[in-house]
């Protein structure tokens, strides 16, 4: 129950610190599109400030006779011009669309100052409160008494013989572009949050994907322990029995105590195995087994493993043989001990789930990067669903099955780390009720072999220790 809410705890904050992540990314992201919008805009407003205030300027400039006198042609050209002083008609004047027509659409306004600086008329909309006084800067933007905005551009006019005329101000309400403004920041600010709320979902999934394999780990680790310990207390408490039995004998002769003395060595020899199987696995874990390489004779190997286990094949009825697919020797660069210690486990594994009348049968062979050894029964099989976990540690097929046999669940699983060691590959092909195909791959060197492996002293070493799934 700890572990589990120590795993949800661990999914919470890996997916919290996503959407925090997330958030700050995405609240950049949206104040960087933005400020794009925003700049895109404001070019596209001043080019289009700068194209009507140029044509109005170079169409009045051509008609200007007299500095600071507007003349009459002005009005053709700007029929709702307002010349101070003058009572102008509020009502916008109908008039024929042309060039300078958004003069005349309701967002743009057209000042004209004399030399002096002082206000000489207004055309098209016309803002309240703007200061009345000239000011030369080119690009303004302004607020008018009801704190609306507006941007504008001046240019100096000159008459028909170049004198100085005065200047022209061309502006404009920001009313829309601010609208639009405000439209974008609406939608970033309400897009944000239901963003947000599929990212969270997304980090919750992405939690609970990222956390699937640690658990799994964690799973697996807890039933290694647990594995481990029942096949660590079975030698041990039949040890513990057998000790507690002949303390309760009031007299044992010489034969009762040799076979006491016989049953407490085969489980200590039981326990020693077991213990030295895990040890080799955790090294295999850890790389921290230094591999011994050296030119091994897969031939050898596999004719001192077919005699070594004659005996163990002929007792369970099950016929043992060889074939080998190739003519010349084939050689490895490895560890002989550990490799020895691969084929055996499978040979082993091979003849203890084979039924009497059934065969083994170990095949050597060669591809053009690897050399290939095939273990070949014909016995119960393993179903489909289940090949892909056989060789985890302790596992076993059908449950119980090993324990008639006596093996721990770790053969497979040995055999593995000694293949990945060799930078090799072990794979499986099985049918249920038909029997099943171990094939090791290993990393295959073709020269010549000079000198054939001995391998005499590592039938003492590892025969007959080799483990079941």
Request: aromatic share 8%; proline share 3%; charged share 20%.
């Amino acid at each position: 129950m700890n572990q589990n809410k120590l795993f949800h705890l661990t999914r919470v904050r890996l997916a919290l610190w996503y959407a925090l992540v997330m958030a700050f990314i995405l609240s950049l992201c949206g104040f960087g599109v933005y400020k794009a919008v925003s700049h895109a805009h404001w070019v596209a407003l001043d080019r289009e400030l700068e194209s009507v205030a140029g044509t109005l300027h170079d169409s009045i400039e051509l008609k200007l006779q007299q500095p600071g006198r507007l003349e009459p042609v002005v009005k053709e050209l700007l029929p709702n011009i307002c010349v101070v002083g003058d009572e102008c008609v509020k009502k916008q004047l109908h008039v024929q669309r042309h060039t300078l027509g958004a003069v005349n659409q309701g967002f743009y306004y057209v000042r004209f100052f004399d030399n002096s600086g002082r206000l000489v008329a207004i055309a098209g909309l016309a803002p309240e409160g703007l200061s009345s006084n000239f000011n030369k800067q080119r690009w303004q933007t302004l607020k008018d008494s009801k704190g609306k905005l507006y941007h504008q551009v001046s240019f100096v006019l000159h008459t028909q013989d170049n004198r100085d005329w005065g200047y022209i101000q061309v502006g404009r309400s920001l009313s829309d572009f601010n609208s639009y403004l405000d439209a974008v920041k609406l939608i970033l600010a309400l897009g944000l949050p239901v963003v947000m709320a599929l990212v969270g979902s997304a980090s919750w999934w992405l939690a609970g994907l990222a956390m699937r394999p640690i658990y799994r780990s964690y799973r697996q680790i807890q039933q290694f322990t647990a594995d481990a310990a029942h096949e660590l207390r079975t030698p041990l408490a039949a040890t513990e029995a057998t000790v507690e039995s002949a303390l309760l004998m009031p007299k044992l002769d010489e034969q009762e105590v040799r076979d006491i003395l016989r049953s407490i060595q085969r489980q200590n020899h039981r326990l020693t195995t077991l213990v030295a199987d895990l040890l080799l696995l955790a090294r295999l874990d850890r790389q921290s087994m230094s591999l011994r390489p050296e030119l091994c004779c897969l031939n050898d190997v596999i004719n001192d493993l077919i005699e070594e286990f004659a005996a163990m094949s002929n007792a369970a009825g099950v016929m043992l043989t060889s074939s080998v697919r190739v003519h010349q020797p084939v050689n490895v660069i490895g560890d002989c001990e550990q490799l020895y210690r691969l084929v055996s486990n499978l040979i082993v594994n091979a003849i203890q789930y084979t039924p009497r009348g059934g065969q083994v049968t170990v095949v050597l062979d060669r591809s053009d990067h690897y050399a290939v050894i095939q273990v070949q029964d014909t016995g119960i099989g393993i179903p489909h669903h289940e090949l892909s976990q056989i060789f985890y540690r302790f596992y076993r097929v059908h449950g119980d099955r090993s324990r008639s046999s006596g093996g721990s669940g770790l053969g497979l699983a040995i055999a593995m780390a000694i293949v990945q060691a060799h930078q090799g590959n072990l794979k499986v092909q099985s049918e249920l009720g038909k029997g099943s195909i171990f094939t090791v791959e290993l990393p295959y060197n073709g020269l010549p072999l000079k000198s054939f492996c001995t391998l005499g002293p590592l039938k003492v070493l590892y025969g007959r220790q080799g483990k079941g799934v």
